[in-house]
């Protein structure tokens, strides 16, 4: 009779072993995932960043009153919706990407002087103009998914940079 309460025991604890293995595993799993769509983020928002300086140095040095530049982001990261959005915070101008459903995001410095430039980030949602045959129009924020644009406009005490959505 003792010998089944032995097996019982020694039955339950190593279900009990195999059960904390598998979460332990599990766990570990969720955080490689997140390091590898953090570290995607992390890329597509240091693109946005170059593409954001070189739009303005671009500006500086022509005579344009607009330009835009159509931007290549991935539809999804980790299989999931993100969002865009520029941003400036304690002087410095970010780019800062953000999965949609859960708390991974990113924040990519952009690399300009505001002062010198009079750089300004439009917030607002606005049609800007037809660029070769699209409608561009402002947002203060881009989800994935969409034809996505920088683009910079000069301006009376400077410039404005905004993000943008290429419409046929």
Request: charge should be positive; proline fraction near 2%.
């Amino acid at each position: 009779m003792q010998s089944i309460y032995v097996h019982i025991i020694g039955s339950l604890t190593l279900m009990l072993i195999l059960t904390t293995v598998s979460i332990y595993l599990s766990a570990a799993q969720l955080n490689v995932q997140a390091g590898s769509v953090k570290h995607r983020l992390r890329e597509v928002a240091s693109y946005l960043s170059h593409e954001a300086v070189n739009l303005l140095v671009l500006m500086q040095t022509s005579n344009s009153q607009l330009l835009v530049v159509r931007v290549e982001v991935p539809k999804l990261i980790g299989n999931e919706a993100y969002t865009i959005t520029l941003l400036k915070q304690n002087g410095e101008f970010k780019v800062r990407l953000a999965l949609q459903y859960s708390q991974i995001c990113c924040e990519e410095l952009i690399p300009i002087n505001s002062t010198s430039t009079g750089l300004t980030i439009n917030q607002s949602s606005q049609y800007i103009g037809l660029i070769q045959g699209f409608k561009l129009y402002s947002s203060p924020q881009l989800y994935s998914g969409v034809d996505a644009a920088l683009w910079c406009r000069r301006g009376v005490d400077g410039f404005e940079i905004g993000l943008g959505v290429l419409r046929r």
